[in-house]
């Protein structure tokens, strides 16, 4: 019998296993990414940039040029690579607490200059690195470890809908929200990833990619269930699908 | 191409930095160096270059950690809050080892203080500035030649060492006008950016990685040491000051910066009277040239610093003096230099002649 190879390590992928815990789905959102530099045969010509989170080590995954930028401030430093190197494809690929909290003015600011770069938004609606604090995502009533009976918007105001928010500019290109804490979503948040790459590669603007991702550990649950909550709790309050397409 | 040209000083140290091979300038206006990106902007695309006004100094100083990383040349500018709120991210670019020109039109402080020249940002930039044990190699013109000069050879060593080098400036030379003339530095033997930078990872075959994390607590000393000795490296090579009628000197001053023309003015009026004084002038603040004042002349009694601050490269000065001599200090602030006057009476007060 002939064996013929269904699955493998998409080749910008570096074969090291990551350190992420069960059930969570940056590795995922890692594998998307690598998979359409593979598709579109720039691997030596992308750089990327990883933040300050629990995909800082983003780095040793991806192996194509890379950043780690401090916390934040990967919009500002992609911006700077790609005004210098317009040939190269950049992206970053930031957690919620990264882009929507201390970074949010670099993201505004390079959306709005309309950078050609593609942003990924990994939205698990809690800081995972640090141990489980609220972010700006952290739904309402959800626990965290600084709003530990929940989120109260009289004191915290109201979880922020980034991507909504990024189509309010002009120059944004293509703003898409996906989630990958389910393989039934995941076709959909390959193809969004794609569409955002060729985006900058076609010079039309600034992409933008939100993904619902999960943070089983620091949520407080089993893998199985934390997928369950990203659909029963997330997709309401922030609903998957296109919100900005390129003309 | 030795003409001399009437220039601001704000223009004539960009324009250096343009004949140096800046090409990319990622910037935030602040008072009193607005000259310089204004002048970037309309300058850079002249020569196929970018200029990119950034929505804060927290940003501008990450464009130019991505920058960097590019191996290309390039330069922020700003002073002193906008130099504190780019702290963190100068400390990135220490920590991953790039190469970039950071100038610091100094104002007075602390807090928005004035827009008003002052030098009481000595500590911030000969101490690092910013979190973690790292150096800035620290250029302070007292003249705007000077100035364009330092600034032309601070490329230069931006990238023999990987490091960030600051002209430390202040608000009197971005503003004064004087004739200068760019003249190209010697050619330095140079690393090339094809083997580190970021976009090369087709010719070389394997990629750039730009990052100052180090989770391992071995590695992480490994990498301070290293960086240690690129310091102690740059402390061997680089020491750079001037000494100015010192070696007959009752009384040396120290003062670097516009505070050592003033100085100069007043040792150039004691002298004709007789009086025995000479200034060392630093022009490299870190590495600080200490050697001279270790190895002061005999004749040396008295030693006066003369800062435009509350007194902070007079601990500088100490270091180097030790117990052989008294130091003396005399400085205004709030964006008032000493004047020659003050500085002769104090001399007076100190020599008793
Ligand atoms: C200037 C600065 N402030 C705070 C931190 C600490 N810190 C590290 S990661 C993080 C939050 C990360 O959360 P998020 O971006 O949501 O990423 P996740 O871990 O959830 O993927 C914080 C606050 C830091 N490294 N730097
Ligand atoms: S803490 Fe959360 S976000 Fe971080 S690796 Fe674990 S599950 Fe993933
Ligand atoms: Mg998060």
Redesign the interface.
């Known amino acids: 019998m002939k064996e013929t190879k269904i699955f493998e390590r998409p080749k910008s992928m570096s074969d090291v296993p990551t350190h992420y815990c069960p059930g969570c789905t940056h590795g995922i959102a890692h594998r998307l990414v690598a998979e359409v530099i593979d598709e579109l045969g720039i691997?030596?010509?992308t750089?990327g940039?990883?933040p300050v989170g629990c995909s800082?080590f983003l780095?040793n995954y991806i192996?194509?040029?890379?950043?780690?930028?401090?916390h934040g401030?990967a919009p500002?430093?992609?911006?700077?690579?790609k005004?210098?190197?317009p040939d190269?494809v950049g992206f970053t690929y930031q957690g919620d607490g990264d882009l929507a909290s201390i970074g949010m003015?670099?993201i505004?600011?390079a959306a709005n200059r309309g950078e050609l770069i593609t942003v990924i938004f990994i939205n698990n609606a809690i800081y995972g690195m640090t141990g489980g604090q609220m972010a700006p995502t952290t739904l309402l009533q959800q626990k965290a470890t600084t709003c530990p009976l929940g989120r109260d918007p009289g004191v915290n105001g109201y979880p922020m809908r980034v991507a909504e928010l990024l189509a309010t500019l002009a120059a944004p290109a293509y703003i898409t929200r996906v989630s990958v804490a389910k393989p039934k979503y995941v076709g959909k948040a390959a193809a969004a990833v794609k569409r955002a790459f060729q985006t900058q590669i076609d010079r039309k603007g600034f992409s933008f990619v939100e993904m619902l991702s999960t943070c089983p550990t620091n949520w407080g649950m089993r893998p199985a269930d934390a997928a369950n909550w990203v659909e029963e709790k997330m997709i309401p309050y922030y609903p998957l699908g296109d919100i900005k397409v390129p003309e | 191409m030795s003409e001399r040209v009437l220039m601001k000083g704000n223009e004539a140290l960009a324009e250096a930095a343009v004949r140096a091979g800046c090409r990319y300038f990622f910037g935030y206006p602040i008072t009193p160096q607005n000259e310089i990106p204004e002048y970037m902007s309309r300058r850079l695309p002249e020569v196929g270059g970018v200029y990119l006004q950034a929505e804060s100094e927290v940003a501008a100083i990450n464009m130019i950690f991505g920058g960097a990383g590019t191996g290309e040349r390039v330069m922020t500018s700003s002073s002193s809050p906008g130099i504190s709120l780019m702290s963190e991210g100068i400390s990135y670019i220490a920590g991953a080892e790039l190469p970039c020109v950071l100038m610091n039109i100094v104002r007075g402080g602390p807090g928005l203080g004035s827009i008003l020249p002052a030098q009481s940002d000595y500590f911030q930039a000969t101490r690092g500035g910013g979190h973690g044990d790292y150096r800035l190699l620290v250029l302070a013109p007292s003249t705007l030649q000077e100035g364009v000069d330092l600034t032309m050879l601070a490329f230069d060593l931006a990238e023999k060492y990987k490091n960030p080098v600051m002209i430390l400036g202040d608000g009197f030379m971005g503003q004064m006008m004087e004739a200068v003339e760019f003249r190209t530095p010697e050619p330095m033997d140079l690393p090339d950016k094809r083997d580190w930078a970021v976009g090369y990872m087709e010719r070389r075959g394997t990629r750039a990685l730009v990052k100052s994390l180090y989770l391992d607590p071995e590695e992480l000393e490994r990498h301070n040491m290293k960086l240690q000795a690129k310091y102690r490296e740059m402390e061997k090579n680089e020491v750079r000051y001037e000494s100015y009628r010192t070696d007959d000197a009752e009384i040396v001053l120290a003062a670097y910066g516009t505070t050592a023309r003033i100085a100069r003015s007043a040792i150039n009026e004691l002298r004709r009277e007789g009086l025995r004084v000479g200034m060392i002038r630093p022009i490299s603040v870190y590495p600080f040239p200490y050697a001279p004042f270790e190895n002061l002349p005999g004749s040396v009694k008295n030693v006066l610093v003369v800062e435009m601050s509350c007194g902070q490269m007079i601990d500088d000065v100490r270091i180097g003096v030790g117990r052989t001599v008294p130091v003396h200090f005399c400085g205004r602030v709030g964006g008032i230099a000493p004047s020659v006057d003050e500085i002769e009476a104090r001399i007076r007060e100190i020599t008793g002649k």
């Open positions: 691997q030596k010509k750089f940039v990883a800082v780095y192996d194509t040029d890379m950043y780690e930028a401090a401030r500002a430093v992609a911006s700077a690579v005004r210098i190197r190269m003015a670099e505004v600011h």
